[in-house]
């Protein structure tokens, strides 16, 4: 059976166990499937259309089912910058991949086993990442004249055998979803042809066995202002799954079990949301209040609009004249007692470089968000890449050393910002907390954690002299090197502090060698220091390795599927993965130097891998790949395994 | 204030001193200008830790290492943004920012006027010598036309900014102008910037007696050339107020003889006018156009504050949805449980 076959190339479908009776309906609103039901470990599916066709809208919805369903799943949204890109225009063409499966997995998937594809642009630039057997769901109404030609394409890929390869199934989306309307009264037929990605979303509902409820109720509670597109996009949605139960063309649905996770209570998360609830977490476990500068820039704005939906927390969102005054904004916050934080990417990271050394030298506490993105320059705004860790370390002048978190998977997000916050207000200083593209937008179950479970965040400001009578703003704790957190208000403990250099100790404006030798050496110290809080580097290693995968960020999932495979093939390989860049871990050089190979792979040429050379000495090698993606984790096993057989 | 024993205690220009030696050049204006300020400040019964100044990057940015107040010598025109995030994060301290013009004007000219428009609680003292003085003399950008400067050996070529225009442009509620030497009228522009409530702005014309000496001479020495704007009062100023502002029908302003007009003619200042118009008519009124320069308060108005109106999206989300339940935001959306093998 084709759509079987397909399943098994990647997806590890069992025979043995297909064409078991479907007898488990967990929706009311939809009958129950009398079709053949097939059961998978994994698949991987990637919805693309138009900008404007709602793919994002889609893919989002089917992940929520898929979430509550409970299988494990990762999500890799892949659209264009601009907003609405000519219609039926290659560049104009959204995706949306999510993975799913009955065990715990850790990639979005390198190749889909299914592409919906609404156009026929979509269908031109995804066709290529399918493997050979791969189920294909084509919107035929899309496939004109024109729009064939938009595409590029001579002939009809859907008349010329082209598709071969593939079990496609033509559906005629558009025109079945106005059927499927005619009835409903107030909207145009327009708007009822706009409804077809609830067609689709319907029909891959049937597929694969995704409770409904929810959808059904997000459309109700989304389209509330409008009840008459909330009855349009409902009927698509269950014409789409009678369609799947009905038609011939399809002669079986799937099931994929849910996952065996560890137990709690799970949700639903992005990156960039789970950053908002780490910076909202932080800011009650430091009971600071929050201030958030920003400026919109793609792909940080989420965490802008997240946290500015959020004020019952009393979080302050001060939507920025630009980059530089939304960092300015946060440490002018900090100054006064409260948890400042920047968000941004690349592009205006650069221009908070300037904010960020005064805070090196005022020794205030800001958090700094860097969503990284494909650049230089402008680069390529929703793609994700690595490339500003050399940034935030040394993008500043002179001896300016700011502590750097990277988050690894979007979940982690919230983890990462609470320790980034940790360590600002804990030793007065900038920090950098490092995202991406992927992470801001991709998604995974996320298994709730207990509130009293969190880590603390204690702040203490200063409440009177330090000195006898005196104050002294740069008397320094004994064990962090920090300086007092003196805050206006506070009656006795005024002071001026600034961007010139200080007196040690007094904080009075210094130009003495000696003195600046000092404070610059103390403000390096400081820094250093922070490696005595954080958890040593933990190193994967079932035994017997000489060769060490060292990743950071995002790449955790590809690396961790990749470094799967090559021991499935009964290869020996140890992991790491740095979560503290700056400072490092302080075994880092330890477990370095206790392998032979050491392999770096990351979305950039080298950043970590120079970054290990130059501090341990270690003869590292890089896996290095700048396409504005993730990887892919077959692609990572191959370069791993080749390493281990060197 | 108020003691830890209970007793009011009136404070003095003196408390408001700090031990740091002052080094601007001798002759300065800026030093006029500190005195007036530490006079001001014990009139406005705010505590001395309640108030923060922040300054830029120039010689006026020195100001706050001489309060002794809580103060930030911070980064070359951001002091408007990073006085911001303070206040509206701390309601309870009186902010002021302490800036020049190639401070305010050139590299932090975007902070400045959106400050402005936003009406944060602050207030802004802009210092204007027409000048670089820090880096030694280049052209700024409230220099005139033509200036030559070690920058522009045959002349700058670029139109100055006007202050005032520009604050009155960006919707200030608050705009004054004094002079360093003046201290009755500077100490009342600065008090009635420190009791309007949203963002203040004053320009203080102060001399730099080592790269532009003398470009106020003509109101700064010639006091019959200053026009003190009075609310309420028809405009005169000179010699026996033998002169005076009329506002012809284009609207612009203009000095006249009063003996020519007579006294009825006179524009009557309205600072608290809900157009800005009168206020922009009367900055156009300089020493290039009118042989003359008003000084005082040009605008007051209320208008909504940026730092109240935050403060009420606060306490109408807090009304709304109670105090924000961290629990509840991590379990907000669809949840599933996966139970354990017990």
């Not at chain 1, 899309?142 to 030609?149: M, P």
């Not at chain 1, 698509?236 to 996952?259: L, Q």
């Not at chain 1, 600046?516 to 580097?537: F, S, T």
Request: hydrophobic share 40%.
């Amino acid at each position: 059976m084709p759509a079987a076959a397909a399943f098994s190339l990647s997806g590890r479908a069992v025979p043995g166990v297909a064409r078991r009776p479907f007898l488990r309906v967990r929706y009311t609103s939809c009958i129950a499937t009398s079709k053949p039901v097939e059961q998978l470990e994994r698949v991987v599916i990637r919805f693309a259309g138009d900008s404007g066709d709602g793919m994002q809208l889609t893919g989002d919805r089917f992940t929520s089912e898929t979430a509550v369903f409970g299988n494990d799943l990762v999500t890799l949204p892949d659209f264009p910058a601009e907003i609405r890109a000519p219609a039926g225009s290659l560049p104009g063409v959204s995706g949306f991949q999510v993975h799913f499966a009955d065990h715990d997995i850790l990639t979005p998937g390198d190749q889909p086993n299914v592409l919906v594809a609404m156009n026929p642009a979509a269908l031109k630039v995804n066709v290529g990442d399918l493997p050979k057997g791969a189920t294909l769901i084509v919107n035929t109404d899309a496939f004109s004249d024109r729009n064939l030609q938009k595409a590029g394409y001579e002939a009809n890929p859907l008349e010329d055998n082209s598709l071969t390869d593939f079990h496609v199934h033509p559906v005629a989306l558009s025109s079945m979803t106005v059927e499927a309307l005619k009835e409903v009264e107030g909207i145009t037929s327009r708007e009822a042809e706009r409804s077809k990605n609830f067609f689709a979303l319907g029909l891959m509902s049937w597929l694969y066995h995704r409770p409904v409820e929810g959808t059904l109720g997000f459309i109700e509670a989304k389209f509330s202002q409008r009840p008459e597109i909330a009855e349009a996009n409902t009927k698509a949605f269950k014409a789409g799954w009678n369609y799947g139960e009905t038609s011939e063309d399809f002669a079986v649905s799937y099931e994929v079990a849910p996952a065996r996770l560890a137990p709690g209570t799970y949700r639903q998360i992005s990156g960039n949301t789970a950053l908002s609830y780490g910076l909202i977490a932080a800011s009650r476990l430091s009971g600071l209040p929050l201030f958030l500068g920003a400026y919109p820039i793609t792909p940080a704005s989420g965490i802008l609009e997240e946290l500015a939906s959020l004020k019952e927390f009393g979080v302050r969102t001060f939507q920025a004249e630009d980059e530089i005054a939304a960092s300015g904004a946060a440490l002018g916050a900090s100054f006064g007692g409260a948890l400042g934080v920047t968000t941004s990417a690349g592009p205006g990271i650069v221009l908070k470089s300037e904010t960020v050394g005064l805070a090196v030298t005022l020794e205030l506490p800001l958090v700094i968000v860097d969503v990284q993105r494909a650049g230089p320059s402008t680069g390529m705004p929703t793609k994700p890449e690595q490339a500003d860790l050399l940034m935030v370390l040394f993008g500043r002048n002179s001896e300016s050393p700011v502590p750097v978190v990277a988050a690894s998977t979007p979940a982690g997000c919230f983890d990462a910002a609470i320790e980034a916050a940790r360590i600002a207000v804990t030793y007065r200083t900038p920090v950098f907390l490092l995202s991406d593209a992927y992470l801001a937008n991709g998604s995974e179950p996320w298994r709730i954690p207990d509130v009293a479970s969190l880590p603390a965040v204690p702040v203490e400001f200063a409440q009177g002299p330090n000195d006898g009578e005196a104050f002294l703003p740069y008397r320094r704790d004994a064990e962090t090197l920090a300086r007092p957190w003196a805050i206006p208000g506070t009656p006795g403990l005024e002071h001026r502090i600034g961007g010139l250099e200080k007196q040690d100790e007094t904080g009075n404006v210094s130009y003495d060698p000696e003195n600046h030798d000092r404070m610059v050496r103390l403000r390096a110290a400081k820094v250093a220091g922070i490696a005595a809080g954080i958890p040593e580097l933990e190193v994967d290693d079932p035994g017997g390795a000489d060769t060490l995968v060292l990743g950071w960020g995002s790449t955790y999932g590809a690396i961790g599927a990749a470094v799967r495979r090559v021991r499935a093939a009964d290869r020996k390989v140890a992991a790491a993965h740095l979560h503290h860049l700056n400072p490092f871990p302080r075994n880092t050089g330890d477990v370095l130097r206790r392998y032979e190979k050491i392999l770096v792979p990351e979305l950039n040429l080298g950043q970590l891998r120079m970054l290990i050379r130059a501090e341990f000495l270690v003869d590292a090698v890089g896996y290095n790949r700048v396409r504005g993606r993730p990887f892919q984790a077959a692609e990572l096993a191959e370069a791993i395994a080749a390493l281990v057989d060197s | 204030m108020t003691e830890g024993n209970g007793n009011v205690v009136q404070l003095t220009a003196k408390d408001f001193k700090s031990d740091q030696e002052v080094r601007w050049c001798p002759g300065c204006g800026d030093y006029a200008i500190l005195n007036v300020i530490q006079g001001v400040m014990p009139e406005l019964g705010i505590p001395r830790e309640r108030l923060v100044f922040v300054s830029g990057i120039g010689c006026a940015a020195r100001f706050p290492y001489y309060m002794q107040t809580y103060g930030m010598h911070s980064i070359h025109g951001r002091a408007p943004a990073i006085a911001t995030g303070l206040a509206v994060t701390r309601p309870d301290l009186s902010v002021w920012v302490v800036t020049g013009d190639g401070d305010a004007l050139s590299i932090g000219g975007n902070h400045l006027i959106h400050a402005l428009r936003r009406n944060v609680n602050l207030k802004i003292l802009l210092f204007n010598n027409r000048i670089y003085g820090l880096t030694k003399g280049q052209y700024s950008p409230t220099s005139e036309l033509g200036k030559v400067t070690k920058s522009t050996p045959m002349g700058s070529l670029d139109y100055p900014f006007n202050p005032l225009s520009i604050a009155i442009g960006a919707e200030a509620s608050f705009v004054g102008r004094a002079i360093d030497t003046d201290k009755k009228g500077l100490a009342e522009v600065v008090e009635a910037a420190a009791r309007h409530r949203g963002s203040a702005f004053v320009e203080i014309l102060q001399n730099c007696n080592i790269y532009n000496d003398g470009a106020f001479d003509y109101v700064r020495d010639d006091k019959a050339n200053r026009i003190y704007l009075e609310d309420g009062a028809p405009i005169r100023f000179g010699e026996d107020a033998a002169k005076g502002v009329v506002q012809d029908a284009d609207g612009s302003a203009r000095v006249v003889d009063v003996a020519d007009v007579g006294e009825d003619a006179l524009l009557v200042h309205a600072a608290s006018h809900r157009e800005p118009s009168l206020a922009f008519a009367l900055s156009r009124v300089t020493f290039d156009t009118d042989g003359a320069v008003p000084f005082g308060v040009f605008r007051r108005v209320e208008r909504p504050v940026y730092d109240d109106l935050l403060a009420e999206q606060l306490a109408a989300a807090k009304e709304r949805s109670g105090e924000g339940d961290l629990e509840a935001l991590l379990h907000s959306g669809d949840t599933w449980v996966v139970p354990g093998d017990g």
